[in-house]
């Protein structure tokens, strides 16, 4: 069993670099995507990876949607990313502290600042406030496997159930995330689990957008959309 310590890794940084910043090495050979643990251990897919953070310490809570095997993925070193002129980063954090990484704002069009007035919220603002869901209308789960089972998993059998009943155009069923992201647009939503529910989220499956900013983000001015935000 891996047990090897590294330091915690910076909030700067894509959640896709963090596992790079824990001592994983990610090898492209072929375009076949592996990674290498601290412990020397291969891991060659999604699943391995599963089972690898279910039976290690992993003080660094490094989760499966850190992971990517896609090859067209391409983490470059952090001194090699351009950045963009400083003349031109009108506030440095849009957010004002409340994501884990920064939210630079851009604009190199015009003297338009009214993005200073802008108010940021990091959580679901409900208007009126009585649309707020009540916790004994939410759905809950018992899961002990990280929400791993879509079968078994009450939460993740909500999320199916409505995109059984309200179908997609093609008529395909659809379970929400697939180890942590959605492969594919869900009109009828998702379901997460949540603070009533059993499992932990520190390795729960079916949390993802609870888990806030992930990558890093900038507020860009343009001329024809005005504000947009680039990943």
Same mark, same amino acid.
Not at 214 to 221: D, G, T, Y
């Given at each position: 069993? =891996? *047990?090897?310590?590294?330091? !915690? ?8 670099? #963090?596992?790079?910043?824990?001592? +994983? @090495? ?88 009214? =993005? *200073?007035?802008?108010?940021? !919220? ?8 009585? #649309?707020?869901?009540?916790?004994? +209308? @939410? ?88 504000? =947009?935000?680039?990943?």
């Amino acid at each position: 069993m =891996c *047990r090897e310590r590294v330091s !915690s890794p910076s909030d700067q940084v894509s959640c896709l670099k #963090l596992p790079l910043r824990c001592g +994983f @090495v990610r090898n492209v050979k072929s375009k076949k995507i592996s990674y290498v643990a601290p412990c020397s251990h291969v891991l060659c897919c999604m699943s391995a990876v599963r089972h690898y953070l279910s039976v290690t310490d992993n003080p660094q809570k490094l989760r499966l949607d850190m992971f990517c095997f896609s090859p067209d993925l391409v983490l470059e070193n952090s001194s090699d990313e351009s950045q963009k002129e400083s003349q031109f980063v009108q506030l440095p954090d849009l957010s004002r502290g409340m994501e884990r990484m920064a939210i630079s704002v851009y604009n190199d069009i015009d003297s338009d600042r009214s =993005c *200073r007035d802008f108010m940021y !919220s990091a959580e679901r603002v409900y208007n009126p406030p009585s #649309l707020k869901p009540k916790s004994q +209308f @939410v759905c809950n789960c018992f899961c002990t496997d990280g929400c791993a089972n879509e079968l078994t998993c009450e939460c993740r059998i909500f999320t199916w159930k409505n995109s059984v009943t309200f179908a997609n155009p093609k008529g395909q069923e659809d379970r929400g995330y697939q180890d942590g992201r959605l492969e594919s647009r869900l009109p009828t939503g998702i379901y997460e689990c949540n603070q009533t529910c059993r499992c932990w989220s520190g390795c729960c499956q079916n949390r993802v957008i609870q888990n806030g900013l992930q990558f890093p983000l900038q507020a860009v001015s343009t001329e024809l959309c005005t504000w =947009c935000m680039y990943l």
